[in-house]
């Protein structure tokens, strides 16, 4: 059975680790001397330096997803209210990714170009099956009328994820919001609700 005090500790040896070198240049064998245990317990909860990267992302936004995905289910709340909470978990986890300083402080161009693409990957996958059911939910109660929920959800979070994120095509705040403002229209067109019924969204 994983010990849950080593798993985090080798996560803080790596976020720890980060902040004064390359992860390239960090090898499993030195996570495991700052962890304070041995490299053959490493491979024990990880089998590679990627996965405790992938790891030590996953746990740093795992709050803020966990919530947002309480809140998808709660059915008596309409789709796209709903909706507007994932949306604000984008936000809210794109906030905490860009403003936090344990985990990038001193990071190479490089490095956190790997942790943004890592970082929009989780996010993504993580919420789309959420956002794709309540996509379902409003089809199954006439509120959304659209064949391909998964497809509409997966558009949706990429679109908001970048441009949240504002690292890949940094953006000011008016573009950010013309491009929010134009997703929306997408999606009252697509799903066939009348112009203007969804700028609800834009209070993200």
Known sequence: MLNPDKYNQILDALQSLLKDKDIRKISVSEIAQTAGIGKGSIYYYFPSKEAILEALIERNYETTLSTA?????????????????????????????????????????KDMLLLHHKYLNYLITELKPELALIIQQGIETGDIHFDHPAALAEIVLIVLAIKLDNSLIPSSSEEIENTILGLISLLEKGTENPAGSLNFLMAI
Not at 80 to 85: C, D, I, N
Request: hydrophobic residues 40%; aromatic residues 8%; glycine residues 4%.
């Open 69 to 109: 995905k309480a809140l998808a289910k709660q059915r008596e709340v309409s789709p796209f209210t709903r909706m507007a909470m994932l949306f604000q978990a984008c936000r809210n986890s794109s906030g905490a990714f860009l403003n936090q300083d344990t985990t990038v402080a001193g990071i190479s161009t």
